[in-house]
C-alpha cells in the first residue's frame, strides 16, 4: 500500500482476511508490514 496524508507517506505491504456466513460478512483482519511506520501515518 502507498499513500500521502498531511506530509507523511507510507509505503507498506499489508493483506486482510475475511470470513463470511450465510452470504454475511462476519468477521474481518487487517495486517500490515510495518505497523509503527503505519501507526505514524494515520496519527
Known amino acids: 500500500m502507498t499513500g500521502?496524508?498531511?506530509g507523511?507517506?507510507?509505503?507498506?505491504?499489508g493483506f486482510g482476511l475475511?470470513?463470511?456466513e450465510d452470504?454475511?460478512?462476519t468477521d474481518h483482519?487487517?495486517?500490515v508490514g510495518?505497523?509503527?511506520h503505519w501507526?505514524?501515518?494515520w496519527s
Open 8 to 13: 507523511k507517506k507510507l509505503d507498506t505491504w
Open 39 to 41: 501507526d505514524d501515518f
Open 34 to 36: 510495518d505497523q509503527a
Open 23 to 25: 452470504g454475511k460478512l
Open 29 to 31: 483482519w487487517e495486517s
Open 18 to 20: 475475511w470470513r463470511f
Open 4 to 6: 500521502e496524508r498531511k
